[in-house]
């Protein structure tokens, strides 16, 4: 089984919808992040959480919005989905050690009609 | 502000070493790293190096930093069909280190 585990992996939706996207891990990381990666635009940070009760804005978070459930748990959720929200997203997580070394999830596909 | 460049294709022939670069300008990062991105796959770290190196030396992959210039650089020697990938070069943000900004990819292609 795979590390980092996100759900769902595709997804097609229609504009106006709420979405979220699930993304739960097994190597007992503090450090949970949200990707997002577009073609030619390589990936952007989201939102990023070093602990249950922290989460902090990366450079993209407008139209955002995440939760982080648990140590293992951080989902990501579209409250109102526009169509350039269509795109790749990634979850990662680190320990945070000296190489920062980011674990990453097979990513989901979000395509917004 | 923090950026990252590097080409957005490479073709290279199967047995030919391949040579990806990138820019950065933020040069008071502490690590610069390559991560690999198979097809339907999430990232995965290739290699890293740390900012006091030069060159980094990992079975067929090298990796050479030039700090004056703010370029970096993986080769990978003998380059086979299962290289076939997408490159992300990334930094740490001097803003916030435990932020790494990644480069827009290159997506190297290997043929026969």
């Known amino acids: 089984d795979a590390d980092v585990t996100q759900t769902p992996r595709n997804r097609i939706t229609k504009t106006g919808k709420r979405i979220m996207l699930e993304c739960s891990q097994t190597?007992?990381?503090?450090?949970m992040y949200w990707y997002r990666q577009d073609p030619g635009l390589g990936l952007r940070l989201i939102y990023y959480?070093?602990?249950?009760?922290?989460?902090n804005k990366g450079e993209i978070s407008d139209g955002y919005s995440v939760s982080r459930q648990a140590q293992a748990k951080f989902s990501l959720s579209l409250e109102s989905a526009i169509p350039n929200q269509t795109a790749l997203y990634f979850c990662?997580?680190?320990?945070?050690?000296?190489?920062?070394?980011?674990?990453f999830g097979e990513g989901s596909r979000l395509t917004v009609l | 502000g923090e950026d990252v460049e590097q080409s957005l294709f490479l073709s290279v022939r199967e047995g030919d070493s391949s040579v990806i670069n990138c820019t950065y300008t933020?040069?008071?990062?502490?690590?610069l790293y390559w991560y690999k991105q198979e097809p339907g796959a999430g990232l995965q770290l290739l290699t890293y190096?740390?900012?006091?190196?030069d060159m980094k030396q990992d079975q067929r992959l090298t990796v050479l930093l030039n700090k004056k210039d703010k370029h970096l650089s993986l080769r990978i020697a003998d380059t086979q069909t299962g290289d076939s990938a997408i490159y992300f070069c990334?930094?740490?943000?001097?803003?916030?280190?435990?932020?790494?900004?990644f480069g827009t990819g290159t997506r190297l292609q290997v043929f026969p």
């Open positions: 190597k007992g990381h503090d450090r």
């Open positions: 990662a997580t680190s320990d945070g050690g000296s190489t920062g070394e980011l674990f």
């Open positions: 990334a930094e740490t943000s001097s803003y916030n280190t435990d932020k790494l900004i």
């Open positions: 933020d040069s008071s990062s502490t690590y």
């Open positions: 190096i740390f900012s006091n190196m």
């Open positions: 959480s070093f602990d249950v009760k922290d989460i």
